[in-house]
């Protein structure tokens, strides 16, 4: 989606053409914002320009983790409600987790130590109590 704001400066036209994802559901504003996997595990600081020219800084402290889906709010950031101006709605981030395609093998060990264990046991228990429960019938 693009959307161009138009700006008299001094008498000159600017004519700013923003491409985002961001769509309005009824006094709030919905947007997209990507993270990669290093930000989304440790933390994150973004930038988000308002039509207003207002910087919002958008964070995530170290420990903080993000999942894909996960959602944000900002108070008071979306559009002016209906016959309340000074009223407004929010705007509503929705993060999308940008993971990688592969990983070299020589790290893969590196991650295995600093994540929590994996699983396993309880698929490969079942499958056994599968195994035993036809093996008696």
């Known amino acids: 989606m693009s959307l161009s704001?138009?700006?008299w400066r001094g008498g000159v036209l600017d004519l700013?053409?923003?491409l985002a994802s961001i769509r309005r559901s009824g006094d709030n504003l919905v947007m997209r914002m990507e993270l990669e996997l290093v930000e989304a595990l440790c933390g994150f600081?973004?930038?988000i320009r308002t039509l207003d020219d207002r910087d919002l800084i958008i964070t995530a402290i170290p420990g903080e983790v993000m999942k894909h889906g996960d959602v944000k709010c900002v108070l008071n950031e979306g559009m002016p409600q209906y016959r309340n101006p000074f009223e407004k709605g929010r705007l509503i981030i929705q993060f999308q987790v940008n993971f990688p395609q592969s990983?070299?093998?020589e790290i893969i060990p590196?991650?295995?130590s600093l994540l929590p264990p994996r699983?396993?046991?309880h698929v490969i228990d079942f499958f056994?109590?599968?195994l035993n429960f036809f093996v008696l019938f």
């Open 5 to 7: 704001v138009a700006r």
């Open 16 to 18: 700013t053409i923003l």
């Open 45 to 47: 600081q973004k930038v």
């Open 103 to 105: 990983l070299p093998m």
């Open 110 to 112: 590196q991650l295995e």
């Open 119 to 121: 699983y396993m046991k």
């Open 128 to 130: 056994f109590m599968l």
